[in-house]
C-alpha cells in the first residue's frame, strides 16, 4: 500500500526549460513533506521540504508547491541543468512523528541537451 | 566530518551465510536509521536508534535481522541465514532529533545474495 506515490518513473526534460515532478500522497495524517535527489553509487541527499502549514517554498532554482486538499504535491526546477538528471525521491512524515519518513519509488530526471 | 560512511560498500554472500553491515554516522547526530531499497523502489524504513535505543522496528525487518547501536556511536545491521530476497540496497542515514527529515544518507551497502 503506497501511502506516498510518483506515477512517472520518469521524465525528459531539455536543457534549461522547466521539469515538473510530481507527488501524491493518501494518508491525511502527513504534515511534513520532502524531495530527495540520488546520484547513481550515491545515498539520497535532502533537495528541499515544506511543511502543511505552507502551500510554496522556494530555494534557488527549486520550488515545491503543496495543494492539501489534493494530497498533491510537486518539484520545479527552473531552469533545468545537466546536474539536475538523478532519481527524485518524494517523501512524507507524519504528524508528530519526524522520525518517520516514507518515501516514493521515485522519478528518474533526464535533462536532454 | 567526512558525512554517513558505510562498509563495506559491496557484498556477495552465498545463500544461508550471514553478513554484518557497519554504519558510522556523522558524529554529533543522534539519530541512526537503516533503509533498505530493492530495484525501482524508494528506501523502505527498516529500524531507527536514538543514541543507543533502538525505537522502532518494521515489520519488515524479520527475525533473521538484528541491529545494534552499542555506544550510541555506529551502528551495525547483522543479516542470519540469509535468502535470495534480501538482495537490496542497505542505506544508513543520521540526523538531529527533531530533524530527521534533514537526514544525511550513506552510500549504502549494495548486497547479492547467491
Known amino acids: 500500500d503506497q501511502q506516498v506515490k510518483q506515477n512517472s518513473p520518469s521524465l525528459s526534460v531539455q536543457e534549461g526549460r522547466i521539469s515538473i515532478l510530481n507527488c501524491d500522497y493518501t494518508?491525511?495524517?502527513?504534515?511534513?513533506f520532502l524531495w530527495y535527489k540520488k546520484y547513481p553509487a550515491e545515498g539520497p541527499t535532502f533537495l528541499i521540504s515544506?511543511?502543511?502549514?505552507?502551500d510554496k517554498n522556494e530555494d534557488g532554482r527549486f520550488t515545491v508547491f503543496l495543494n492539501k486538499s489534493a494530497k498533491h504535491l510537486s518539484l520545479h526546477i527552473v531552469p533545468s541543468q545537466p546536474g539536475d538528471s538523478a532519481v527524485y525521491f518524494c517523501?512524507?512524515?507524519?504528524?508528530?512523528?519526524?522520525?518517520?519518513?516514507?518515501f516514493g519509488k521515485g522519478t528518474r530526471l533526464h535533462i536532454l541537451p | 566530518d567526512t558525512g554517513v560512511s558505510q562498509n563495506p560498500r559491496h557484498k556477495i554472500t552465498k545463500r544461508g551465510q550471514n553478513v554484518t553491515f557497519r554504519c558510522d554516522p556523522i558524529s554529533e547526530h543522534n539519530r541512526l536509521y537503516w533503509y533498505r531499497q530493492t530495484l525501482g523502489q524508494g528506501p523502505e524504513f527498516l529500524t531507527y536508534?536514538?543514541?543507543?535505543?533502538?525505537?522502532?522496528k518494521s515489520r519488515l525487518l524479520s527475525d533473521r535481522f538484528s541491529a545494534e547501536r552499542p555506544k550510541g556511536s555506529f551502528s551495525t545491521l547483522e543479516i542470519q541465514r540469509t535468502e535470495q530476497g534480501d538482495s537490496a540496497m542497505y542505506l544508513c542515514?543520521?540526523?538531529?532529533?527533531?530533524?530527521?527529515?534533514?537526514?544525511?544518507f550513506g552510500q549504502g551497502t549494495r548486497l547479492t545474495v547467491v
Open positions: 494518508n491525511s495524517m502527513f504534515d511534513y
Open positions: 515544506i511543511s502543511s502549514i505552507k
Open positions: 517523501a512524507a512524515s507524519p504528524m508528530n512523528r519526524d522520525d518517520k519518513i516514507i
Open positions: 536508534f536514538q543514541n543507543e535505543a533502538q525505537l522502532e
Open positions: 542515514a543520521s540526523s538531529l532529533a527533531g530533524q530527521s527529515g534533514r537526514a544525511f
